[in-house]
């Protein structure tokens, strides 16, 4: 873990159980500060990854159930043209218009 040494300024690579190689002064608490932030930021990141893992999951799904009433609706209208006008319609109702 890179760290700052409070005593000496320099920064260095070091483990909690390491003095400061330029001026032998205690970094350990430093070094415990990087690696917590650093564990922080790694389970946020983790977070983060599962958030945007279950929106795509969402988005998918609500494509396949609008897939689905377009093609009810359009079973009991029939024909190309009732489908693209219901496909129109639905995409103005739910505001998907900028979407495939
Ligand atoms: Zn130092």
Do not use: W
């Not at 000496?8 to 190689?21: F, G, L, Q, T």
């Not at 430093?30 to 893992?53: G, M, P, S």
Request: proline share 2%.
């Amino acid at each position: 873990m890179k760290v700052t040494c409070p005593f000496c300024d320099s920064y260095i690579e070091a483990d909690e159980n390491m003095n400061c190689p330029n001026c032998g002064g205690s970094v350990s608490a430093e070094v415990k500060e990087a690696e917590d932030l650093y564990r922080r930021q790694e389970e946020e990141r983790r977070i983060n990854e599962e958030k945007t893992r279950q929106k795509q999951a969402e988005d998918e799904r609500d494509e396949r159930l609008f897939e689905v009433i377009i093609a009810a609706i359009a079973s009991v209208f029939g024909g190309r043209h009732g489908r693209g006008l219901l496909r129109i319609i639905l995409n103005a109702v739910t505001g998907r218009g900028g979407r495939r």
